[in-house]
């Protein structure tokens, strides 16, 4: 497989018109790509990032930058077998991949004078694209984030509920849901860092929010849903602030936000979870969600720049 064989481009809507059937085709395991390209469709670049790059191949090391979305596809005999996006300052986060096709996305990239942050994917993708990075940038990789994939089987909600009923998030709730998902951001270690003045860029901006409260009217917990796309809708995030765990309020809020998913038609409800967090995976499950498959991050160190030989 030659590394020219993947095509990239800026265009988030020709990629979709070449691969969006690809996409669909699982819309479980294909849940980041889905949702990021259909963000980046309604509401345009502005959504990770602003500016543009150059033309392939110009303008420098990285000639996407930081700057604008990149899209990569492998077409084989007229038909799609991978594809791969990347966001303005951050990771390659790529389909499920062969290691040939790793290897040769790696080289194209690596071609081209990319720098990258990080690989996500499912754990044999990321290590294999790990494994061809450093080979052909040098770049050495340490396995960051573990978190498994589930997708939601047959819902079966908590018994008993916790007192109080699930509740739309309105715009006056806007401040509590801002501070809430700030504080889930610090609890997982994620970054950026999430508060009113970052949240028009936040990945949780165009989530549609639930709380949990009691039957006095105090929001208690909070789940979200993403849009659907290819009748998939994923759940992120879950919080429940820490002096109000163990009440069972995360579970009746996930449950209520499933039900609505599947209300509204869709075939594929999926979720991410820690997997060393064993008391919100045994929840999931006791749900009814069944894990997909396991994901991993791969963080890259620059490669060492040569020594300079000594004069005398």
């Known amino acids: 497989m030659r590394p020219d064989d993947w095509q990239l481009t800026e265009d988030v809507d020709d990629f979709?018109?070449?691969?969006?059937?690809?996409?669909?085709s699982r819309p479980a395991l294909h849940t980041m790509p889905l949702t990021v390209t259909e963000k980046l469709r309604t509401r345009g670049a502005g959504a990770y990032g602003t500016g543009r790059a150059d033309?392939?191949?110009?303008?420098g090391a990285d000639p996407y930058g930081t700057q604008v979305p990149v899209f990569g596809l492998l077409e084989q005999a007229g038909t799609v077998r991978a594809a791969c996006y990347r966001l303005p300052s951050r990771g390659l986060s790529p389909t499920r991949l062969t290691h040939g096709q790793a290897d040769a996305l790696a080289a194209r990239l690596a071609g081209l004078g990319h720098s990258l942050p990080s690989v996500s994917a499912d754990h044999g993708t990321a290590?294999?694209?790990?494994?061809?990075?450093?080979?052909?940038?040098?770049?050495?990789?340490?396995?960051?984030?573990?978190?498994?994939?589930?997708?939601?089987?047959?819902?079966?909600?908590p018994e008993p509920l916790p007192e109080g009923r699930g509740r739309a998030v309105g715009e006056e709730d806007h401040?509590?849901?801002v501070r809430w998902c700030g504080e889930f951001v610090d609890t997982v270690g994620e970054v950026p860092a999430v508060g009113a003045r970052s949240w028009a860029g936040s990945r949780f901006a165009d989530r549609h929010?639930?709380?949990?409260?009691?039957?006095?009217?105090?929001?208690?917990?909070?789940?979200?849903?993403?849009?659907m796309v290819a009748g998939?809708?994923?759940?992120?995030p879950v919080y429940t602030p820490a002096h109000l765990r163990g009440r069972g309020y995360a579970g009746a809020v996930t449950a209520e936000v499933s039900r609505a998913a599947l209300a509204g038609g869709a075939t594929d409800v999926?979720?991410?979870?820690?997997?060393?967090?064993?008391?919100?995976?045994?929840?999931?499950?006791?749900?009814?969600?069944?894990?997909?498959?396991?994901?991993s991050v791969y963080d890259f160190a620059p490669a060492a720049a040569p020594e300079e030989p000594e004069t005398r």
């Open 127 to 157: 290590t294999a694209f790990a494994g061809a990075w450093q080979r052909h940038t040098g770049a050495a990789p340490a396995l960051g984030t573990r978190i498994r994939l589930y997708r939601l089987g047959t819902l079966t909600p």
């Open 209 to 227: 929010f639930t709380f949990w409260e009691t039957p006095d009217g105090a929001p208690v917990a909070m789940a979200a849903a993403t849009s």
């Open 175 to 177: 401040e509590l849901r």
């Open 16 to 24: 979709l018109a070449r691969a969006g059937h690809f996409l669909r």
């Open 270 to 295: 999926v979720l991410f979870a820690d997997p060393a967090n064993a008391t919100s995976n045994a929840l999931y499950q006791r749900l009814g969600y069944v894990p997909v498959t396991e994901w």
């Open 55 to 59: 033309a392939y191949g110009t303008g």
């Open 232 to 236: 998939m809708v994923r759940i992120d």
